[in-house]
């Protein structure tokens, strides 16, 4: 079926069932950020497949908000579906309830499937619809249309994130989950999302693709704790540890008849969970909205796994430089594309230890699709690349002992005085982000400007984030912390790692991303308090021919040379022969 015949197929059962406006997210039942296949709902019927985002569907219009990471790509995609892009963040964009309102008649009903909307755009929608005499009910049409959505009936294993590894045993963290729930008043807490069940039990699995997660809810108390999982993927040591720790293992299914089971409990529960558990718990219940407090506690990495991201971030820049040096000298030399080059890449990390796969589908935009922020090459049809020009590769590895997450941006041959002056000032922001001390209580937002001060000097900016949190052995995408523009009352604290990812983008012309790891530290005290730094994790260094040295400042120029130096320091011994003498050759001094 094309995007139209499915969306005429979507709106043939609205008129049977008298819905006015259907909402697609981008979600599952667990709220993940990367969905199972079976769960790509908005991707399904619009056909926009990048990972944010979402499709309103009314009887004669359809529109697809998203942010500015994907105005390109969801434009090009959208094209002929009878879809609008609506930019979200762009003044002329009107927000979606208030144009859902605008488009349904008075006393109209609004239709999404519960499981896979949250608490809070439940309420939302429906305190905005009840003001304006429409409502808002749980119908997941797309089930009766989308027939062939089956479930991946493949038994991916749960298996042990060691100790040694973890840092912290199973025990300690309920045992820290808990004292939080009676801090709180809580007598009961649900855990949804899958990356704070994986770490909450030093568990690990495969269901969702790059990500070391598997499907799960944990259901704890003061004295029982409940993993629903499908028994047949726990290996024997998951078991083990799982009753070691004094964790009963039920049925993935058992999870919302056990909900229906408790009564008069004071249930801790994060908002963004999936608006069916609300249902099935409100009768006897009484919520505590809350953010998981597993999900700050996972934020802070321990001394185990900062030692663990500082060990994979070595042997991924092992690959990285043998990657780079076959990339600039291969292009123009054998044929190659962006998908090829991807591939490429995740076979110089497979030859790493401990190494799991790629922890996000690599970005490689050679050219004008280096403009698309999360550009997605596929196997058929991708750009060829030859040395001309620019190429953007945005990549990272999972490791059994951490996460690691890079962008270069490299010239494969002649590239413009322009491109060089603006590759600088996005390599500008990333050295001063790098650089800062910064005093404790310090947000995100508060150093995001840092990063962003040489382009905006000149009226330029990029449309996404500066820094996103990043997991151990986990979700490339973490939070609660990052670094962007949007206001998050989350403080930086010791131990969090983040990324330091500055761009420019010329639409249809070409991107340029620079990316670092980053963790918070303490740095000194002093009279007025104390103060942090951070740590740069990543070990790759820049590409020389993409940077004009004369708009560096001395501390900027300096900072450069000591992480090249780093570099060196750190990977030299790992490397023989002509890649050796060439990665000599890229961390001289400038």
């Known amino acids: 079926m094309t995007t139209s015949e499915k969306i005429s197929a979507l709106r043939q059962k609205m ?58 790509q969801a434009a090009i995609e959208l094209e002929n579906s009878g879809i609008t892009l609506m930019k979200e963040g762009e003044e002329e964009t009107p927000n979606y309830i208030d144009w859902i309102i605008s488009e349904i008649p008075e006393n109209g009903t609004v239709a999404v499937n519960a499981l896979a909307t949250s608490n809070a755009n439940w309420e939302l929608l429906t305190k905005q619809l009840n003001s304006k005499n429409r409502k808002l009910v749980d119908l997941p049409l797309l089930k009766e249309i989308w027939t062939d959505r089956n479930p991946n009936a493949k038994k991916n294993p749960v298996f042990v994130h060691p100790i040694e590894r973890a840092g912290r045993s199973v025990t300690d963290k309920l045992s820290d989950i808990r004292n939080k729930m009676e801090e709180l008043g809580a007598t009961a807490h649900i855990i ?205 590895g999972q490791y059994l002992e951490g996460t690691t997450d890079i962008t270069r941006t490299l010239a494969l041959g002649a590239v413009s005085d322009e491109f060089k002056h603006n590759c600088t000032l996005a390599l500008k922001g990333l050295i001063q982000l790098s650089m800062l001390k910064f005093p404790k209580g310090t947000r995100g937002v508060q150093l995001d400007a840092f990063a962003r001060m040489a382009l905006w000097k000149e009226a330029k900016d990029y449309n996404h984030g500066t820094g996103h949190g990043v997991g151990s052995f986990m979700n490339v995408h973490e939070g609660p912390q990052n670094i962007r523009k949007d206001m998050n009352p989350q403080e930086l604290i010791p131990g969090m790692v983040v990324s330091n990812e500055p761009g420019f983008y010329l639409d249809y012309h070409y991107g340029i991303r620079h990316e670092n790891l980053i963790a918070v530290k303490e740095w000194k005290k002093s009279d007025f308090g104390n103060f942090y730094e951070f740590e740069t994790l990543t070990v790759c260094p820049f590409d020389r021919n993409v940077i004009d040295v004369s708009l560096l400042t001395e501390p900027e120029k300096d900072w450069l040379n000591r992480y090249h130096q780093w570099c060196k320091e750190k990977l030299e011994n790992d490397l023989e022969g002509e890649v050796k003498t060439w990665f000599l050759d890229q961390v001289k001094p400038l």
Do not use: C
């Open 192 to 396: 949804s999302s899958l990356d704070d069940v994986a770490w909450t039990l030093n568990l690990r699995g495969s269901d969702v693709q790059a990500n070391p997660v598997f499907l799960g809810y944990i259901i704890l108390t003061k004295n029982n704790a409940g993993l629903f999982v499908d028994l047949e993927k726990l290996d024997h040591d998951a078991r083990k540890q799982m009753d070691n720790s004094f964790v009963k293992m039920r049925p993935y299914e058992e999870f919302f008849p056990a909900l229906d089971r408790m009564k008069d409990e004071k249930i801790l529960i994060s908002p963004n969970s999936n608006q069916s558990i609300f249902e099935h718990l409100k009768n006897d219940n009484t919520f505590i909205k809350a953010p998981v407090p597993g999900n700050l506690m996972k934020a802070i990495k321990n001394e185990t796994e900062l030692e663990g991201f500082r060990t994979v971030m070595q042997r991924d820049g092992v690959a990285m430089v043998k990657f780079l040096y076959w990339l600039t000298h291969q292009a123009g030399k054998e044929a190659m594309t962006e998908f090829s080059i991807g591939e490429k890449l995740r076979d110089f990390r497979a030859e790493g230890k401990n190494f799991v796969g790629e922890s996000f589908g690599s970005i490689v935009g050679y050219l004008d699709n280096g403009a698309i922020m999360h550009y997605s090459a596929k196997s058929e049809g991708s750009k060829e690349v030859t040395n001309a020009s620019s190429i953007l590769v945005d990549s990272g």
């Open 15 to 72: 008129s049977e069932n008298k819905i006015d406006a259907f909402i697609a997210y981008s979600a599952d039942p667990h709220m993940s950020e990367y969905l199972p296949q079976e769960w790509q709902e908005r991707a399904w019927i619009s056909g926009f497949t990048g990972s944010a985002g979402f499709v309103v569907i009314t009887q004669n219009k359809a529109g697809l908000w998203t942010d500015g990471r994907y105005f390109v």
